[in-house]
């Protein structure tokens, strides 16, 4: 079965701090992708990627870097990390763009 | 209905009601994927169903794609309380950067 893992699961930062959130994925999956989502509303995407070394700007990436050093890692930075970027963050994973994606278990950041 | 940046629906039913969820998107789409997602859990996906098909079941579920009035529903035959979740459509939207666009979600409570 796909397996899409995150870590750390929780994660608690600073004003200013620099966080990096991890995943990898063990479906041989050519996509990956880090979403955010906020009480009460939908999945938004950051960042995305087709295979190692390659980037795509999603629809709120302001804040964020990502990099896909491998086809089963892709990480999350945020290099000054501010309270609006509180939120529970998701990995997933799916062959095409146009496919199932699977998700992990989610990070949720905490930006006192 | 959900999309976009409303705000999150919520739907409280009676186990063994049938329930309907409706979606709507903006431009053309070539795939609408439901997921669902349980307390602390990231989303799974339930159905997906592409713009040559009309109709889509996998059990007690049934999902319809209209592409004249850009909307897909999801309807839960004789719901059950673990039918209880978060439901979302996500649609595909290509603007310069492709994307899965995901709806704001219905909360969908079954009580016994």
């Known amino acids: 079965e796909a397996a899409v893992t995150q870590s750390p699961r929780n994660k608690v930062t600073v004003t200013g701090g620099n966080v990096t959130l991890s995943c990898r994925q063990t479906n041989s999956h050519n996509y990956m992708y880090w979403y955010r989502q906020d009480t009460g509303h939908g999945l938004r995407l950051i960042h995305y990627s087709y295979g190692a070394g390659n980037l795509q700007i999603g629809d709120v990436p302001d804040g964020y870097k990502a990099t896909r050093t491998t086809q089963e890692d892709f990480f999350l930075l945020l290099e000054l990390a501010s309270p609006s970027q509180t939120s529970l963050y998701f990995c997933?994973?799916?062959?095409?763009?146009?496919?199932?994606?699977?998700f992990g278990p989610g990070t949720r950041l905490t930006v006192l | 209905s959900q999309w976009g940046e409303e705000n999150l629906q919520a739907l409280s039913i009676q186990e063994g009601e049938d329930v309907t969820m409706n979606c709507s998107y903006k431009?053309?789409?070539?795939?609408v994927h439901w997921y669902r997602q349980d307390s602390g859990r990231g989303p799974a996906l339930i159905i997906l169903i592409r713009s040559n098909e009309r109709e889509k079941r996998s059990g007690r579920l049934r999902a319809t794609l209209d592409t004249s009035s850009q909307s897909s529903s999801l309807s839960i035959t004789a719901a059950q309380c673990e039918d209880t979740a978060v439901y979302f459509c996500?649609?595909?939207?290509?603007?310069?950067?492709?994307?899965?666009?995901f709806g704001s979600g219905t909360q969908l409570t079954v009580m016994p």
């Open positions: 996500a649609t595909d939207a290509s603007s310069g950067s492709w994307q899965l666009i």
């Open positions: 431009t053309y789409t070539t795939v």
């Open positions: 997933a994973s799916s062959m095409g763009l146009y496919a199932e994606q699977f």
